[in-house]
C-alpha cells in the first residue's frame, strides 16, 4: 500500500475475475467491486479489514487450485480469506 487517502472511508477490496479486461467495457463496471460487481458471474472479492490497511504494508494474494483465495500481510503467515473461485480457466487479480 503505497499511500492512504485521508478523505476516503472503506477497505480494499481483493479478488479474481474470470473475464477478460480488455473485453469489458468501463462504462458497464459498477462503482463497486463489493458488493455490485462480486453478484455478477465470474467475480469474486472481499474486503480487506480496514486496520490492516496500514500505508507501507505489502499484501500479497492469491488463489488456489480448489478455489481458495489466501492473502498475507508484509511477514504474516498466509490467512484464508474467502473461497468459492471457479479455476477451471484463466483468471486475472481484482484490486479495488
Excluded at 38 to 64: N, T
Excluded at 67 to 93: I, K, Q
Aim: aromatic letters at 14%; proline letters at 7%; hydrophobic letters at 40%.
Amino acid at each position: 500500500i503505497t499511500k492512504k487517502q485521508c478523505c476516503w472511508s472503506g477497505a480494499l477490496r481483493l479478488g479474481f475475475t474470470s473475464k477478460d479486461p480488455s473485453r469489458i467495457n468501463p462504462e458497464n463496471l459498477p462503482k463497486y467491486a463489493c458488493p455490485d460487481l462480486v453478484s455478477q458471474s465470474g467475480f469474486w472479492a472481499k474486503a480487506l479489514p480496514e486496520e490492516f490497511a496500514h500505508e507501507g504494508s505489502v499484501v500479497a494474494f492469491w488463489v488456489d487450485k480448489r478455489g481458495r483465495v489466501f492473502y498475507r500481510l508484509n511477514d504474516s503467515g498466509p490467512m484464508l480469506f474467502f473461497s468459492g473461485v471457479r479455476t477451471a480457466g484463466p483468471l486475472w487479480a481484482l484490486i479495488d
